[in-house]
């Protein structure tokens, strides 16, 4: 298996724009997570997925910022309208009930100008 | 609130000593812990769980204790190498979530 595949790498945008990350998560890991990473605040947890359907979203800081899981084997989290404070990298990462290793991509980092 | 503490944000030790990274937690009764390690533009990856009821763990050079009455994590990494140098996380399971520390960083010195 390729791993978790995040995209863009990197997202540089403007101030107001609007940010779509994606995540392919691994073939059958029924849970999805979306973190934000920064150095202040270190890796936080943003929402969660089991089996699609989105489970706990208290750490979706605004209504700025929201997250799908149309399938198995996709997920987006989209910010609009993105600010300069949403700059961080942003990480997917999933799992396989009973599992409980985190298996993480690699990241989108994104700067908002 | 829930709180994690990682002992220090950087440590910097020599080249085969003993790393030992303290991870403390408050208001939690985890089911599990386990540490991450993290190199520069990548994500974190897996190193090692322990249970509630193990006391300690091991892997090759890498052994974690956890003590549920202090509420305090240790990882150690004995005869370190420079390619040990990144940053160390420690998360704790609760239910389905992974609440995550803030990480130390480690740095080895040749």
């Known amino acids: 298996d390729a791993g978790v595949i995040q995209s863009p790498r990197h997202e540089v945008t403007e101030m107001g724009q609007e940010v779509t990350l994606r995540c392919k998560p691994i073939?059958?890991?029924?849970?999805l997570f979306w973190y934000r990473q920064t150095m202040m605040r270190g890796l936080e947890l943003l929402i969660y997925?089991?089996?699609?359907?989105?489970?706990?979203d208290s750490g979706m800081p605004e209504d700025r910022f929201s997250a799908k899981m149309p399938n198995a084997s996709f997920s987006t989290l989209k910010i609009q309208p993105s600010e300069p404070r949403d700059s961080a990298v942003y990480f997917c990462a999933t799992y396989r009930r009973g599992g409980n290793i985190q298996y993480f991509g690699a990241g989108t980092r994104l700067s908002v100008l | 609130s829930q709180k994690i503490e990682q002992n220090s944000e950087a440590l910097n030790i020599q080249e085969g000593k003993t790393a030992t990274l303290t991870c403390n937690y408050t208001?939690?009764?985890?089911?599990?812990l386990q540490w991450y390690r993290q190199d520069p533009g990548r994500g974190p990856v897996f190193l090692l769980l322990?249970?509630?009821?193990?006391k300690e763990k091991r892997k090759e050079r890498l052994k974690v204790t956890f003590d549920t009455t202090l509420k305090q994590s240790l990882f150690h990494i004995t005869a370190s190498q420079p390619a040990d140098s990144a940053t160390y996380l420690c998360?704790?399971?609760?239910?389905?979530?992974?609440?995550f520390g803030t990480g130390t960083k480690l740095q080895v010195i040749p």
């Open positions: 073939s059958g890991h029924d849970y």
């Open positions: 208001n939690y009764s985890p089911a599990y």
């Open positions: 997925f089991n089996n699609n359907v989105p489970i706990d």
């Open positions: 322990i249970r509630e009821n193990e």
């Open positions: 998360a704790l399971d609760l239910m389905e979530k992974v609440t």
